[in-house]
């Protein structure tokens, strides 16, 4: 939502263009990126020692991944109906 929707007043939208052009606009506009900064304190509700909590803040994060890959318009490949090397070889 935070890389993606402009949210409810145009709230997300706002603080992705006070951001300017820099690293950090860079930062908050890619959802990879995102994901892992945004797991990291859902991860220290993790009760583990400091291993634990490392490895469930990326596990947090590549499940985000995983739920974005999945819900994410299908690619489609629009294919001509003649190809350039078809057209060579019907002269």
Sequence with gaps: MLTKEDGP???F???RRSLGTGT???LVSCFYCLSVWVA???AFFLQGNSW???VGWFALSG???LI???TREPFELKIEDE???DVAAKR
Excluded: Q, Y
């Design 24 to 26: 950090v606009k860079k």
């Design 13 to 15: 939208l706002r603080l």
């Design 52 to 54: 634990e909590t490392a």
């Design 83 to 85: 190809e350039p090397w």
């Design 9 to 11: 007043w145009d709230t």
């Design 40 to 42: 990291m304190p859902f």
């Design 63 to 65: 499940g985000a991944i």
């Design 68 to 70: 974005e890959r999945l």
